[in-house]
């Protein structure tokens, strides 16, 4: 439930707490902040220095997902948000939060910006930038699926199997 932050020697400078266990987090210089994602649900903003939560954000699960029984294995399982990443796209910091079956895109402050929702369950935690395409690629860990989100905040599925390129391989 908590980020610890290790001086040079490796011993512990500080700690900052939230209330559920953390899935993943990041740390965004320009701000001093660190955004952790949690198996409550919750995406927060950290302040560095003072440690005081700056905002949290409560991730939505996948609306198909919820209305099936799925739902309840799957919330049970893999709950809360398993992925925080920041990528700069059209020259803006936009945190990706991936959690079951869904994938929110927020500025800085806390924002809503973009939720896809991605159908066939399973935590989306792995996202990495394609060199030279200005795409992020998202893996779906459940089924091996890619999907590209664009600088312009659309979605779509590669499917099974991409390239360095982001092109479909079969």
Not at 134 to 144: A, K
Request: charged letters at 20%; proline letters at 4%; one cysteine or more.
């Amino acid at each position: 439930n908590c980020i610890k932050l290790l001086d040079k020697n490796g011993r512990i400078e500080k700690t900052y707490s939230v209330k559920a266990p953390i899935g993943d987090f990041c740390y965004y210089a320009p701000r001093d902040q660190f955004f952790a994602g949690s198996r409550d649900e919750l995406l927060t903003a950290i302040d560095r220095k003072t440690g005081k939560t700056l905002w949290t954000f409560t991730s939505e699960m996948n609306e198909n997902l919820q209305a099936s029984s799925a739902f309840y294995g799957m919330k049970c399982s893999i709950p809360g948000i398993s992925g925080v990443k920041i990528f700069t796209l059209k020259g803006k910091p936009v945190i990706f939060a991936g959690s079951t079956g869904t994938v929110e895109l927020l500025d800085l402050d806390g924002k809503l910006l973009r939720r896809n929702y991605h159908g066939s369950g399973g935590y989306l935690d792995i996202f990495a930038e394609l060199p030279g395409k200005g795409v992020i690629g998202v893996r779906h860990s459940s089924t091996p699926e890619v999907h590209l989100t664009t600088p312009e905040l659309q979605t779509r599925s590669l499917g099974i199997g991409v390239d360095a390129n982001g092109v479909y391989m079969g």
